[in-house]
């Protein structure tokens, strides 16, 4: 048997984490079927991306400004308040930065339909609010991904069968998943690689609507040396003539 010199007990830190938030914001029935009413005449025909496999997303055709749309408008409202927030807790000087909502889209997937591992280049924070499910993960739950294996020691060392880093310690998370239901909202930074499993409900369609923020610095600073300068004062350049 062991025998341990320092008799107190080990404390183990979580060092820099990465700041995800969530809500259940309330949602009123009326107001909820008028939406998904909605968002059904906006996907029309169409029923998934060029992959029959993967769920229909409104960015790729062609409703990507869905904050703009009457029966949107109040939900973005809610959001964009949570988002100030998220980046308030989360240390930023709200003094020195705009906040802008750079598109908004809705997605919708039917049995057997997924989203692939992906991320948000494009933008700084991204948020996503469900329209419907029953909190158990069977229309398929939304998982944000590890960029890499945590605290394995050395690169490699988690790969393969049978390695020695248990499957889902909490410590050694590669995946966290979240299930869809009405009302809840999540919020994270875009760079995080994000997918949504399979929907296994056959009788059930899955509806959420994604939102892309950019951060720049406020147009009455000017520039700032991390951030990017307020749109306001890009100038665009044309392209030259041939």
């Given at each position: 048997?062991?025998?341990?010199?320092?008799?107190?007990?080990?404390?183990?830190?979580?060092?820099?984490?990465?700041?995800?938030?969530?809500?259940?914001?309330?949602?009123?029935?009326?107001?909820?079927?008028?939406?998904?009413?909605?968002?059904?005449?906006?996907?029309?025909?169409?029923?998934?991306?060029?992959?029959?496999?993967?769920?229909?997303?409104?960015?790729?055709?062609?409703?990507?400004?869905?904050h703009?749309?009457?029966?949107?408008?109040?939900?973005?409202?809610?959001?964009?308040?949570?988002?100030?927030?998220?980046?308030?807790?989360?240390?930023?000087?709200l003094?020195?930065?705009?906040?802008?909502?750079q598109?908004?889209?809705?997605?919708?997937?039917t049995?057997?339909?997924?989203?692939?591992?992906?991320?948000?280049?494009?933008?700084?924070?991204?948020?996503?609010?469900?329209?419907?499910?029953?909190?158990?993960?069977?229309?398929?739950?939304?998982?944000?991904?590890?960029?890499?294996?945590?605290?394995?020691?050395?690169?490699?060392?988690?790969?393969?069968?049978?390695?020695?880093?248990?499957?889902?310690?909490?410590?050694?998370?590669?995946?966290?998943?979240?299930?869809?239901?009405?009302?809840?909202?999540?919020?994270?930074?875009?760079?995080?690689?994000?997918?949504?499993?399979?929907?296994?409900?056959?009788?059930?369609?899955?509806?959420?609507?994604?939102?892309?923020?950019?951060?720049?610095?406020?147009?009455?600073?000017?520039?700032?040396?991390y951030?990017?300068?307020?749109?306001?004062?890009?100038?665009?350049?044309?392209?030259?003539?041939?």
């Amino acid at each position: 048997m062991l025998e341990f010199l320092c008799p107190l007990p080990v404390e183990i830190h979580s060092l820099f984490p990465t700041v995800v938030a969530t809500e259940r914001m309330a949602m009123d029935p009326l107001t909820l079927a008028r939406q998904l009413q909605t968002l059904l005449g906006l996907q029309g025909e169409a029923i998934n991306n060029p992959d029959a496999g993967c769920a229909w997303t409104g960015d790729l055709h062609g409703v990507w400004q869905l904050h703009q749309h009457h029966d949107f408008q109040s939900l973005a409202d809610e959001v964009i308040a949570r988002v100030w927030m998220y980046l308030e807790r989360t240390g930023f000087d709200l003094d020195q930065i705009a906040l802008h909502l750079q598109r908004c889209w809705p997605v919708l997937s039917t049995a057997g339909q997924v989203v692939g591992r992906h991320h948000h280049p494009n933008a700084h924070v991204s948020a996503v609010v469900y329209l419907s499910g029953d909190g158990e993960g069977r229309e398929g739950s939304l998982c944000l991904h590890a960029k890499h294996q945590l605290n394995e020691l050395v690169p490699g060392l988690a790969v393969g069968f049978g390695g020695p880093i248990q499957d889902h310690h909490p410590l050694n998370q590669r995946v966290w998943t979240f299930n869809p239901e009405p009302g809840l909202l999540v919020i994270f930074p875009s760079r995080l690689d994000h997918s949504v499993a399979e929907n296994q409900d056959e009788e059930s369609v899955r509806v959420s609507i994604s939102f892309d923020f950019v951060l720049t610095a406020q147009a009455s600073r000017g520039p700032a040396e991390y951030v990017s300068p307020h749109p306001d004062q890009w100038h665009q350049c044309q392209r030259p003539l041939s």
